[in-house]
């Protein structure tokens, strides 16, 4: 299920929330997915711009960040209108 908000987030260009291991450490923060391979994923998070590199298997849980729900037309719609 990680995956498929992982995937979610790099086709979408829309933030999501995930929970993962950092240095052994228990860390939650809202990420932009800018490149998935096998074994790691390239994110930004959301606050303040930075580019980290996250093992997948250290991910331990993800979801909707705050605001979205995942509906993907719905998002395209909103975008549409803002421009």
Do not use: W
Not at 9 to 20: D, E, G, P, Q, T
Not at 42 to 62: E, F, H, N, Q, Y
């Amino acid at each position: 299920m990680v995956e498929r908000f992982l995937e979610y987030s790099l086709a979408n260009h829309r933030k999501i929330k995930v929970f993962f291991l950092d240095a052994g450490q228990l860390r939650a923060c809202n990420i932009l997915v800018t490149k998935i391979n096998s074994s790691e994923i390239v994110c930004a998070t959301a606050g303040r711009k930075t580019v980290m590199v996250i093992p997948v298997g250290d991910i331990l849980s993800a979801s909707y960040s705050r605001g979205d729900n995942g509906d993907t037309l719905c998002n395209s719609l909103k975008e549409s209108n803002d421009e």
